[in-house]
């Protein structure tokens, strides 16, 4: 059975669909925005719905918020027909040729066009290729400047790998090894610099507590608005 769907009136009079969701596990309302756009009322079990639509009314300025950035934000799919590397500056064009012994590559073609040839009927393999490409385009440059930075600053690492995590931008072990992500190509320069100065700060405090944002501060005083940048286009992370 289809869930029962309501709207809420946008400052520009446009009507958004919205959705009531209850769930066992809820203690108190919350609004949920999915990258895809949906828009829901999570409820504890019991609640009265009119709270659900008291409670979005009043929280009408979060919401035109987030469709605001969904709109704005472009459609990610397996199947690009180009890749903006906002941190190096490069657009690239992505082209397609069909091939038939079932295998896939890339080759880089002048004039920043990458062509994939191959087995291009599967979205999963097309992902795949793609992500090999950011991730070869993303090793040495990845590496340098994570080594200047903890030179630059005064940090130590034991290593650094450079991944396609679907949850993370980087991560740091308590053997202060670093894992980044190589899609943060294709976020801008100083973003993917406070993911950097963020897993270097790990190396010394292996939490989030106030002295750890303190440290990040130091090398990064706008991180809240790259920290933020990240929350609002992050779904990019799971392509690629």
């Known amino acids: 059975m289809m869930a029962k769907q309501y709207f809420i009136k946008l400052a520009d009079n446009y009507q958004y669909p919205y959705q009531l969701t209850y769930s066992p596990r809820a203690k108190r309302l919350s609004i949920k925005f999915s990258s895809a756009g949906e828009l829901s009322v999570v409820l504890p079990r019991g609640m009265q719905a009119s709270l659900a639509h008291s409670f979005i009314q009043k929280k009408l300025a979060w919401v035109e918020k987030h469709i605001r950035n969904h709109v704005a934000k472009p459609t990610i799919s397996a199947r690009p027909n180009s890749l903006d590397l906002k941190m190096i500056n490069e657009i690239w064009s992505v082209q397609y040729k069909e091939g038939v012994d079932g295998s896939i590559k890339y080759s880089e073609l002048s004039d920043y066009c990458l062509l994939i040839e191959g087995d291009i009927s599967s979205d999963k393999l097309v992902n795949k290729i793609i992500g090999l490409f950011l991730k070869n385009k993303a090793s040495l440059l990845f590496m340098l400047k994570m080594s200047e930075l903890a030179k630059q600053y005064g940090f130590h690492y034991s290593g650094i790998t450079i991944r396609g995590q679907k949850t993370r931008w980087g991560s740091c072990s308590s053997y202060k090894k670093l894992n980044i992500n190589y899609k ?38 706008e991180y809240r608005q790259h920290r933020q940048y990240l929350k609002e286009h992050g779904d990019i992370i799971r392509y690629f």
Do not use: G
């Open 184 to 221: 943060l190509l294709l976020m801008p320069e100083v973003v993917a610099r406070y993911v950097f100065i963020h897993e270097l700060c790990h190396t010394i405090e292996m939490n989030h507590s106030a002295k750890f944002w303190q440290l990040v501060a130091q090398y990064d005083p």
